[in-house]
């Protein structure tokens, strides 16, 4: 059974940093492109960056170049996105998703605030 599960979301002040895991199991993750969806309240999901399976290549939302970064630790079927720089319009809920199978995680709220 394929499970994703976010962690690591909060309240940050703005200029702050954030980093989030999304652990995976039930699939081996070094298999697929995984990816970091966010949704803001009133707005559509978006998306902000993905990851091939080795972790050669990366995309970024262009909203976030330059500011966050996508890795993955596939020993620990883990993927993280490392957020700096936070800025309140990044306030959202982040999502994990497994782009093959349109596989979900239940989502971390990260919130950038004063």
């Known amino acids: 059974q394929v499970q994703l599960v976010e962690s690591g979301g909060g309240l940050v002040q703005p200029g702050g940093s954030l980093r989030l895991s999304c652990a995976a199991s039930?699939?081996?993750?070094?298999?697929?492109?995984m990816a970091w969806y966010r949704q803001a309240p009133g707005k559509e999901r978006e998306l902000v960056a993905r990851?091939?399976?080795?972790?050669?290549?990366?995309k970024f939302a262009d909203s976030v170049k330059g500011r966050f970064t996508i890795s993955r630790d596939n020993a620990r079927n883990t993927v993280y996105l490392q957020m700096n720089s936070l800025k309140p319009e990044d306030t959202a809920v982040y999502y994990c998703?497994?782009?093959?199978?349109?596989?979900w995680g239940q989502g971390t709220q990260v919130t950038v605030s004063p």
């Open positions: 039930g699939f081996t993750a070094s298999s697929y492109s």
């Open positions: 990851i091939t399976g080795a972790g050669s290549n990366t």
């Open positions: 998703c497994r782009i093959f199978g349109n596989y």
